[in-house]
């Protein structure tokens, strides 16, 4: 028997339905982060995510990442709740971090504000998909 971080004793490992991988290819969406409404508000907090994780200063924000855990696969988008968070604890932001942090995916809960559990953290060899955000033509990107 596979291993379960649910706890549901299941025999197959979780895998994303194709159905939600094929709906977050198609869907388009420019750059937000749903704790801040303000987009230049968001844009500031997301460079301060930047500095405080280690990360270039010019990096791209990521909009959703499928990538793969024990077996299991997940899909994390920014304003969706992610299946190893808490219930209402969606995804604000995932950045492309550096050296042993490649990926990070940060909610409320982990990573953005102190005093919990570290941002969820996920290595070059298990990721399978990165989807960006819609180039913001306001921008020149």
């Not at 801040?36 to 844009?43: F, S």
């Not at 280690?54 to 791209?60: K, L, N, R, Y």
Request: charged share 25%.
């Amino acid at each position: 028997m596979l291993r379960s971080r649910h706890g549901t004793g299941r025999q197959q490992p979780f895998k994303v339905p194709v159905e939600d991988i094929v709906a977050c290819m198609n869907r388009k969406a420019p750059f937000f982060m749903p704790m801040e409404a303000d987009l230049a508000k968001a844009k500031e907090l997301f460079k301060a995510l930047l500095k405080e994780n280690g990360a270039a200063p010019d990096t791209p924000p990521v909009r959703a990442l499928l990538y793969a855990h024990d077996g299991d696969e997940y899909l994390a988008e920014v304003g969706h709740h992610l299946v190893i968070t808490p219930p209402g604890d969606v995804v604000q932001a995932i950045i492309r971090g550096s050296g042993l942090r490649p990926w990070l995916v940060l909610t409320l809960r982990r990573g953005i504000f102190g005093g919990g559990p570290s941002a969820i953290l996920v290595g070059e060899s298990d990721t399978r998909r990165v989807f960006h955000f819609e180039a913001d033509p306001s921008s020149g990107e």
